[in-house]
């Protein structure tokens, strides 16, 4: 399927008001649209490029917060009503990473915790009518609605996820439309889970997402890379309106660079260290595990005084499943409460040549991160590295030695970048100036000396 993506119609002019806000004319039309700034701004960027989550990301850059499903509906009332027109392109060329293909194990994680949508006409119609026949089938589906509007604002329909999970989700942790229906029955943006498409100007990137709880579990397992022929077949099997978009920038040629040297290197998240922040390293005398745990735990504190404020975090935090499990423990770690670990853990081998499975994990993970541009969410490298090593740290926290300690390692870390998923959650961690790389040079201290 072709890159779908909006612009502006040919022809619209976007006028300002002596009173104030803006009005659009549409040409061949007598019709003139009143808007207020808000919806202007973002009207702006649509440029026939960029996605939704570009602009939001572009916004939440500049200090201002719109929330998505508001974004994407002005967008879809503007497109009905002749403002913008949507546009198919050819995909730049598919760049391939020597991963292997993605087995899913059904484990639910990916259907808590957030809400599922906007969905597509098509799919919204398809599943009503299937509706009696499954709640025939399902009694937990008697009685409650399939879809729900997130925002009064919002003209959308999700998947209901009013308890914190799909209403599609059953005691198994199972999906009913894809045991019903089989992948074809789940909304388009389900079917996508965990990759990631990215599209930055010089090429479109396919992979994994770091958001996936048992992916790593692959990587343990030291499964073959998949063909370049499976990750082409996923691409075309994706619908065309789901990918990110980053405007090309000279800092993508030196994370290239950093991505390659983080592949030759045994112990990756020591490379990255040592190129980002490696030269602003200054003598020092200080306690390191003291010193990292107060700045980790003061980044903690912010990010769970974000986090509290999610009605869809409170939701999912009563539900069962791994997912709830490790964002409860990750929660306590933030708040400081007692029963969680407190002793850095050891992540490489004392046998020489023979590495462990977190080091496996961790550089796999760190590589997807970089090679599907995920560090451009972020406000530059060093937020985006400073983050994801808080990430590290929260793992070496909560999981215990030994292979079951491994496994919890994976889980814990696709936890923490789901709970970086929303632009203020990210905006939320150093965000004062120097605190990015402050925490990477103590963490840097500790991860050489450990």
Known sequence: MSRVCYRVCQGVRIEPKAEGGHRIVVPGSDRVIQLDSSAVAPLLMVDGWRSTDE?????????????????????????????????????????????????????????????????????????????????KKHPQLVGKKPFVRVSPEDSALYLNSQSGQCLFLDDRMGCILHSEFGAEGKPTICQKFPHVRVEDGHSTRLGVGVQCLKHFKQVLGRQPVASERCWRVQNEKLDGRLYQYFPPRELVGSQDDLLQTVLEAEDGVFAMLHQVVGSKLRPSRADVPRRLESQAMDQLARLEADLREDPMVRSVSTCTGVYPERLRALRALARKDPFTQRVPLPVKSAEPGRTTGRVLVLNDALARFLFLRQTLLYSDLEHAMACFVLGLWVALRLCPPGEEGDEQFGEVLATWHRALQGP?????????????????????RFWRGR
């Open 55 to 135: 602009i939001l990301f572009r916004f939440g850059l500049s200090g201002v917060s719109i929330p998505q499903p508001t974004l994407e509906n002005i967008i879809r009332s503007l497109a009905s009503v002749g403002v913008l027109e949507e546009v198919e392109t050819e995909w730049l060329d598919l760049e391939i990473f020597p991963w292997p293909e993605h087995l899913c194990e059904g484990c639910g994680a990916s259907c808590q915790g957030h809400w599922v949508g906007p969905l597509q006409p098509e799919f919204i119609a398809r599943t009503l009518s299937r509706m009696e026949g499954l709640r």
């Open 424 to 444: 203020s959650a990210r905006q939320a961690l150093f965000a004062e100036q120097g605190d990015a790389v402050r925490f990477l040079g103590t963490f840097l």
